[in-house]
């Protein structure tokens, strides 16, 4: 939930251009809520969640997605570093890039 209320500081004004915005997360009662407030948020409204997610409105599409923690365990791990504010690093080489990082991707690719 954290990190869909902190993502509206990381967003440029080129992303609203986009078709949408996909939201996946592994705990479905976040999902679920998610989806419950917007269907009822009165954005004028100057209250809890609406203040948070009004940045959504200006998607043209936002979709809510629940992953199994098993099958998406990259996105868990980066969310991991993330919240220890660790996940910052120059991804334009590789170097740089953690190795347990690394491994999972390699981990989750599919074999030719």
């Known amino acids: 939930?954290?990190?869909?209320?902190?993502?509206?500081?990381?967003?440029?004004?080129?992303?609203?251009?986009?078709?949408?915005?996909?939201?996946?997360?592994?705990?479905?009662?976040v999902i679920t809520f998610l989806q419950d407030s917007l269907k009822k948020v009165d954005w004028h409204l100057d209250n809890w969640p609406a203040k948070e997610l009004h940045f959504l409105s200006d998607f043209n599409k936002v979709i809510f997605h629940h992953v199994n923690r098993e099958c998406n365990k990259v996105a868990d791990f980066c969310a991991t570093l993330a919240l220890d504010g660790s996940f910052i690093f120059d991804s334009f080489s590789f170097s740089n890039i953690p190795n347990s990082l690394i491994e999972l991707i390699k981990g989750e690719m599919l074999p030719f």
């Open 1 to 29: 939930m954290e990190a869909v209320v902190d993502i509206r500081d990381l967003l440029q004004s080129w992303m609203f251009d986009s078709s949408g915005i996909i939201i996946e997360s592994d705990n479905v009662n």
